[in-house]
Nanobody
Framework: QVQLVESGGGSVQAGGSLRLSCAAS????????MAWFRQAPGKEREGVAA????????SYGDSVKGRFTISRDNGKNTLYLQMDSLKPDETAMYYC???????????????????WGQGTQVTVSS
């Protein structure tokens, strides 16, 4: 059974930082591309950051480049997202996602992801 369990969300003031974690199990984590998506109320789910199976490749949404860093530990089956200089409009539910079998690269396309976590809430106040 595939499980993706996010943690690390919370409330922070604008300009602050948070580090999200995602514990993965039940699939071939070390061979899968992984990503973080977010969804604010009334908005589409958008790709924030993605990482290839071997950590060599990363992709970021334009709005987070230079402020967010995605990483993974294949020994611990864990995905991370370091978020710095957070902005109020980044308030959203953040989701961890695991790519479909065979997708090992750092894709930000929602259609490339098969498994999703329940999400962790991030609230940024001004």
């Amino acid at each position: 059974q595939v499980q993706l369990v996010e943690s690390g969300g919370g409330s922070v003031q604008a300009g602050g930082s948070l580090r999200l974690s995602c514990a993965a199990s039940g699939f071939s984590y070390r061979n899968s591309g992984m990503a973080w998506f977010r969804q604010a109320p009334g908005k589409e789910r958008e790709g924030v950051a993605a990482i290839s199976a071997n950590s060599i490749g990363t992709s970021y949404g334009d709005s987070v480049k230079g402020r967010f860093t995605i990483s993974r530990d294949n020994g611990k089956n864990t995905l991370y997202l370091q978020m710095d200089s957070l902005k109020p409009d980044e308030t959203a539910m953040y989701y961890c996602a695991a790519a479909r079998p065979g997708v090992w690269w750092s894709s930000l396309l929602r259609a490339d992801y098969l498994y999703w976590g329940q999400g962790t809430q991030v609230t940024v106040s001004s």
